[in-house]
């Protein structure tokens, strides 16, 4: 079941130059589960999820796609990354403080 026409959607993720990327996102029903994919148009990256199908899980799995997109545009350099948290202290081995 597609997602309601004129509802928000929810943010694009940000592209290199800071500017909004447009994203497709793809609801294909199987039995009382949805999947839902997002294409990042630019790129052509996807990503899929899938939960319970229903109105109000539309909403929240597209939101959860957009997400898991982000990450992986980031992961392989196609989206800025995050700021990274500053260290906890140690001496910057890498290791696990615990």
Known sequence: MPPESGHNKPPTPPGKDGGSREVIFEFTPIGGSVKVTAIDVASGIEVSVVGPAGPASHRELERIALQKLQHRMEREGDAPPKP???????SGGGGIIV
């Open 84 to 90: 990274a948290d500053p260290p906890k202290g140690g």
